[in-house]
Structure formats: structure tokens, C-alpha cells
């Protein structure tokens, strides 16, 4: 008999949330009795998780999967779902606001509603949901069991009073916002990218905790949609593990749309300021201070190790790393697999599912597929966006490796001209000497959707010199890639190839 299930509630409490959960935590949920042996546990049902289980069992392996909380970890519920949702209302307050140069004239002030900005997403993630419910999953052959999950035995896993039998088991169970070890800061309260997307209200005074691409895309996103945004980063600049050029380019943007941001800031404390809150910080020696209405950490992020009991089968983590695994994501009991955030220097929601499908053919087919090999491209959802797949030039160097650079910038692409999206550019590195592609950056307002061609290059080993033959539409801003292969096929023509050619001509003219 199973235990019955502690609630779990999305605020606000209203009908697009109530949806959201008959969905991802149906609240009347029973789980299955458990099938004597399972080719597969799946501990988590995030991205990775859920690809693991429905990719296993559409190959006929016997599958449960096992949530806590949510189904659709974090990409549905607090993650890339929401805050896209939310970032594309705000890139709509921002057109609006500067449609003039293009001849559309917008009523004075721009009216933002944000309680319907924020209905809006909760609207189109509950729209979103049933792809990753349990039911869907029930009816994939999954067995979906609502509860915490903790390993038992060599080979068997423990939830809400039910005993699961493995030959293979997956922790795919994610990881969270970590917190700040800020003096005052837990006792004062804070938003995280978990607790975000709960608002109705706007907050007229927001300060954000970090400089990377969480806290970056929020702090844009809120800035636009009426709040006062103040950015405390630790660093001198922003995006700081990005190619430099691109970060200045989305600094230089942030400060032109008001957001105040405060560079090398080490904070201090945080105390409350009667219904508002007060930063402490210090800033080139001296210390200063920043009111406030709501803080939002967006630094950081930790692996869900806790309370699985990993010790009991000999499933080596660290706290900061989380489980580790070999190339082949097989962990220290090669019995038990790791798949996405949890063990994954790349957190983002499609390198989750790309480990995942490596772990059913390395678990279930004795594969030896290895994570290494995955060509993995990324995106920061500022505008302008910023993209980027394989090395950058510093990475290359430290490995030894000389480069060429090849770079476009958009202000010289006719498309990007006319759209008036001149900030940006498209910029390849290639080995030295040849133009086989070893890493790109993208900085255009749709540059997570113009990487996937110098991904689909690199994985089919396509050299640079091979995309200036890639008839691209004009206008596009895609054309700058081809562009930048047509810089590299000019640098061929050496004097020497030149005097030849000329050679060759003057001979057909006799």
C-alpha cells in the first residue's frame, strides 16, 4: 500500500497553476504497484530524466521513473519555460519604446500590465505541461511514482513505502539555486529563478545578485517590464565566462536601457529597511549602500545529492560537482548512470537530453557513447542574445592551439542594416593555417537560432572555407556565416596563387 502523497503547490494559487499540477504532480495521483524487476530506475524527471524514461521504454525496457516534485524539472516549471515567457514580454515593451525610428509612432508612456505578463506565462506553461505529465508517461509503459526516492540496497530503490528492483538505475535528479552566503540575506528574503516566476506584482526597486547568464537575462527582463533594476556583480564585467567583445556589446546595451550596474562589488549584508530592504556593499574600498524592494539572487547553482543515500551504493558526489561520472556519464558503481545537471559542467536543458540518450545506449546496449564528443552549443536570452558552440580563443590557447579569427559584424550585413540590429557579430575560430572550425560566437538579437548551423559544420567536420559554397537567402543576418567563409577562401589567394592565376588568364586572352 502506498503512502499517500504530501501536496505540492505552485503559487499563486489560481487556474492556470491548478492545471499546471493535474499535470506534473496530479494531486490525485496513485502510484503503480512497483513491477518485480526494472530494467531502469530514473530518479528525477527533469529533461534528462524524462528523455531517459521515454527513450527506454520506446525500446521496450521495463522503466519507472520516480519526482519529488515537479514533473519537467526545472526547464518547465522555473527555468527556460517561464523566463522566456516573460523575457518575450518584455522584448515587446521594448519595441514598442523604440518603434519611432522605424515610423510607427506608440502612445506615451507604454503601459505595462504586469499581472497579465505574468498570467500569460503561467498560461503557456500549463499550455506546455502535458508533454511531460504523468500521464503521458503512463501511457509510454512508464512507471511514474510520485514521492522521494532514496537507494535502499545494491539494487534497489526506496519511495513512499514502495521497493523498486534495478538492473540499471539513473540519477537524473537536477539542481537548485544555491544561496548566497550573504550576512542578513536569508533572514531578509530573496528571489531565486525558483521563487521569480510567483510574482503578480512588479517590483519597483529590484536588485540582482550576479552577473551571469540567469542574472542577466532576468535583470533585463524586469527592467523592461517597469522595474528599477540594480545589478551587483563580483566581476568587472558582465558574462564574464563569454568572449569579452560579446559581453561589452550586452553591457553597453544594459546600460543604455537604465539598468544601474554596480562591477567589483563585494557584498557585505542585507538588513531590512522597513517595508523595503538595504544592500551593504563595498565598491573600490569604500562601503556603500542600495534600497531596494525585492532582491534577486541569480548566482550560482548547486547538484541535488541530498537525501538519495548514495553512500549505500558506493556512488562517489561532491557537493559542488555533483555524482561523478566517466566519459561514458557511468558513475563509481557502474550499475547506476548520471544524466544532466546533476553531473554535467554544462547545465543547460539540451545538454540534459543529449546525456540522456547516451545513458540508454551506454546502460541498456552496453554502449560505450562518450559525453566528450557531444558538439554543445549554448545561448544567453539577452538582446541581443549571445551564442556560442566549441572553444573560445582562450581555450584554444591554453590547450596549445594556434587560431585564426574570422569575423562579421553586423552593421556591414545589409538584413541587420535594415532591421536596425547593427550590434553584433558573428566571429569563428579556426586552426591556424586551415579552416577547420574549432569554436564560434554569435552576438545578434536571434543568434541561439543562427549557432545551430556552425554546430550541424563542426559535428559534420564542414570547414569554414565549405559554408562560403552555402547558398544563404538575402537578406538574412545569416549571411554573415557565409561571409565569414568567404574571408577565409580570400586569404588562399596568396601572391603566389594570384601570380599564377593571372598567368593562367594572360594565356587564354593570347
Same mark, same amino acid.
Given at each position: 500500500?502506498?503512502?499517500?502523497?504530501?501536496?505540492?503547490?505552485?503559487?499563486?494559487?489560481?487556474?492556470?497553476?491548478?492545471?499546471?499540477?493535474?499535470?506534473?504532480?496530479?494531486?490525485?495521483?496513485?502510484?503503480?504497484?512497483?513491477?518485480?524487476?526494472?530494467?531502469?530506475?530514473?530518479?528525477?524527471?527533469?529533461?534528462?530524466?524524462?528523455?531517459?524514461?521515454?527513450?527506454?521504454?520506446?525500446?521496450?525496457?521495463?522503466?519507472?521513473?520516480?519526482?519529488?516534485?515537479?514533473?519537467?524539472?526545472?526547464?518547465?516549471?522555473?527555468?527556460?519555460?517561464?523566463?522566456?515567457?516573460?523575457?518575450?514580454?518584455?522584448?515587446?515593451?521594448?519595441?514598442?519604446?523604440?518603434?519611432?525610428?522605424?515610423?510607427?509612432?506608440?502612445?506615451?508612456?507604454?503601459?505595462?500590465?504586469?499581472?497579465?505578463?505574468?498570467?500569460?506565462?503561467?498560461?503557456?506553461?500549463?499550455?506546455?505541461?502535458?508533454?511531460?505529465? +504523468? $500521464?503521458? =508517461?503512463?501511457? %509510454? #509503459?512508464?512507471? @511514474?511514482? /510520485?514521492?522521494?526516492?532514496?537507494?535502499?540496497?545494491? &539494487?534497489?530503490?526506496?519511495?513512499?513505502?514502495?521497493?523498486?528492483?534495478?538492473?540499471?538505475?539513473?540519477?537524473?535528479?537536477?539542481?537548485?539555486?544555491?544561496?548566497?552566503?550573504?550576512?542578513?540575506?536569508?533572514?531578509?528574503?530573496?528571489?531565486?529563478?525558483?521563487?521569480?516566476?510567483?510574482?503578480?506584482?512588479?517590483?519597483?526597486?529590484?536588485?540582482?545578485?550576479?552577473?551571469?547568464?540567469?542574472?542577466?537575462?532576468? +535583470? $533585463?527582463? =524586469?527592467?523592461? %517590464? #517597469?522595474?528599477? @533594476?540594480? /545589478?551587483?556583480?563580483?566581476?568587472?564585467?558582465?558574462? &564574464?565566462?563569454?568572449?569579452?567583445?560579446?559581453?561589452?556589446?550586452?553591457?553597453?546595451?544594459?546600460?543604455?536601457?537604465?539598468?544601474?550596474?554596480?562591477?567589483?562589488?563585494?557584498?557585505?549584508?542585507?538588513?531590512?529597511?522597513?517595508?523595503?530592504?538595504?544592500?551593504?556593499?563595498?565598491?573600490?574600498?569604500?562601503?556603500?549602500?542600495?534600497?531596494?524592494?525585492?532582491?534577486?539572487?541569480?548566482?550560482?547553482?548547486?547538484?541535488?545529492?541530498?537525501?538519495?543515500? %548514495?553512500?549505500?551504493?558506493?556512488?562517489?558526489?561532491?557537493?559542488?560537482?555533483?555524482?561523478?561520472?566517466?566519459?561514458?556519464?557511468?558513475?563509481?558503481?557502474?550499475?547506476?548512470?548520471?544524466?544532466?545537471?546533476?553531473?554535467?559542467?554544462?547545465?543547460?536543458?539540451?545538454?540534459?537530453?543529449?546525456?540522456?540518450?547516451?545513458?540508454?545506449?551506454?546502460?541498456?546496449?552496453?554502449?560505450?557513447?562518450?559525453?566528450?564528443?557531444?558538439?554543445?552549443?549554448?545561448?544567453?536570452?539577452?538582446?541581443?542574445?549571445?551564442?556560442?558552440?566549441?572553444?573560445?580563443?582562450?581555450?584554444?590557447?591554453?590547450?596549445?592551439?594556434?587560431?585564426?579569427?574570422?569575423?562579421?559584424?553586423?552593421?556591414?550585413?545589409?538584413?541587420?542594416?535594415?532591421?536596425?540590429?547593427?550590434?553584433?557579430?558573428?566571429?569563428?575560430?579556426?586552426?591556424?593555417?586551415?579552416?577547420?572550425?574549432?569554436?564560434?560566437?554569435?552576438?545578434?538579437?536571434?543568434?541561439?537560432?543562427?549557432?545551430?548551423?556552425?554546430?550541424?559544420?563542426?559535428?559534420?567536420?564542414?570547414?569554414?572555407?565549405?559554408?562560403?559554397?552555402?547558398?544563404?537567402?538575402?537578406?538574412?543576418?545569416?549571411?554573415?556565416?557565409?561571409?565569414?567563409?568567404?574571408?577565409?577562401?580570400?586569404?588562399?589567394?596568396?601572391?603566389?596563387?594570384?601570380?599564377?592565376?593571372?598567368?593562367?588568364?594572360?594565356?587564354?586572352?593570347?
Amino acid at each position: 500500500m502506498s503512502v499517500p502523497l504530501a501536496p505540492v503547490l505552485v503559487k499563486p494559487a489560481d487556474a492556470h497553476n491548478a492545471r499546471l499540477l493535474s499535470y506534473v504532480h496530479p494531486p490525485a495521483w496513485q502510484n503503480p504497484t512497483p513491477a518485480p524487476c526494472y530494467n531502469l530506475v530514473v530518479i528525477g524527471a527533469g529533461t534528462a530524466g524524462l528523455v531517459t524514461a521515454a527513450g527506454a521504454a520506446g525500446l521496450g525496457a521495463k522503466v519507472a521513473l520516480v519526482e519529488k516534485s515537479l514533473l519537467g524539472g526545472d526547464c518547465l516549471n522555473v527555468g527556460c519555460v517561464p523566463s522566456k515567457a516573460v523575457i518575450r514580454s518584455g522584448r515587446a515593451v521594448f519595441d514598442a519604446k523604440e518603434a519611432s525610428p522605424f515610423g510607427v509612432l506608440v502612445g506615451k508612456p507604454v503601459e505595462i500590465d504586469f499581472p497579465t505578463v505574468m498570467a500569460r506565462m503561467r498560461k503557456l506553461r500549463a499550455d506546455l505541461s502535458p508533454h511531460d505529465s +504523468a $500521464q503521458r =508517461f503512463a501511457k %509510454l #509503459g512508464v512507471d @511514474v511514482f /510520485l514521492g522521494e526516492a532514496r537507494f535502499a540496497g545494491p &539494487d534497489t530503490v526506496e519511495v513512499e513505502g514502495q521497493t523498486l528492483r534495478f538492473k540499471r538505475a539513473v540519477i537524473a535528479t537536477g539542481a537548485r539555486a544555491t544561496d548566497p552566503p550573504v550576512p542578513g540575506l536569508a533572514e531578509t528574503g530573496y528571489l531565486t529563478n525558483e521563487t521569480v516566476f510567483n510574482l503578480t506584482q512588479c517590483p519597483a526597486r529590484l536588485a540582482v545578485i550576479g552577473g551571469g547568464p540567469i542574472g542577466c537575462e532576468l +535583470a $533585463q527582463a =524586469f527592467q523592461r %517590464l #517597469g522595474s528599477q @533594476v540594480s /545589478l551587483l556583480h563580483k566581476n568587472a564585467h558582465l558574462l &564574464d565566462r563569454e568572449d569579452m567583445e560579446a559581453a561589452a556589446i550586452v553591457q553597453k546595451a544594459f546600460i543604455g536601457e537604465g539598468i544601474t550596474l554596480r562591477l567589483n562589488a563585494k557584498i557585505t549584508r542585507v538588513e531590512r529597511n522597513g517595508a523595503g530592504k538595504r544592500i551593504w556593499y563595498e565598491l573600490q574600498g569604500k562601503e556603500e549602500t542600495l534600497a531596494v524592494d525585492e532582491i534577486l539572487a541569480g548566482a550560482g547553482r548547486a547538484p541535488n545529492v541530498q537525501g538519495l543515500n %548514495l553512500e549505500t551504493v558506493g556512488v562517489k558526489y561532491d557537493p559542488r560537482k555533483g555524482v561523478l561520472v566517466n566519459d561514458c556519464l557511468q558513475t563509481s558503481n557502474p550499475h547506476i548512470y548520471g544524466a544532466g545537471d546533476v553531473c554535467l559542467a554544462w547545465k543547460f536543458t539540451h545538454a540534459a537530453d543529449f546525456s540522456a540518450r547516451i545513458v540508454i545506449q551506454n546502460a541498456l546496449f552496453l554502449g560505450r557513447k562518450k559525453a566528450s564528443a557531444l558538439t554543445m552549443p549554448w545561448c544567453t536570452y539577452t538582446d541581443p542574445e549571445i551564442a556560442h558552440v566549441g572553444l573560445y580563443e582562450r581555450d584554444a590557447r591554453e590547450r596549445g592551439v594556434e587560431v585564426d579569427t574570422y569575423v562579421r559584424e553586423f552593421k556591414e550585413v545589409d538584413r541587420a542594416v535594415l532591421d536596425g540590429e547593427e550590434d553584433g557579430f558573428v566571429k569563428f575560430h579556426v586552426r591556424k593555417g586551415h579552416d577547420a572550425i574549432l569554436g564560434a560566437t554569435i552576438v545578434a538579437r536571434h543568434a541561439g537560432e543562427m549557432i545551430s548551423e556552425i554546430s550541424v559544420a563542426m559535428a559534420a567536420r564542414i570547414g569554414l572555407g565549405k559554408l562560403a559554397s552555402v547558398i544563404h537567402p538575402y537578406p538574412t543576418q545569416a549571411e554573415a556565416l557565409r561571409q565569414c567563409g568567404d574571408a577565409y577562401n580570400r586569404t588562399r589567394l596568396t601572391p603566389t596563387v594570384k601570380k599564377w592565376m593571372g598567368r593562367w588568364l594572360a594565356w587564354q586572352r593570347s
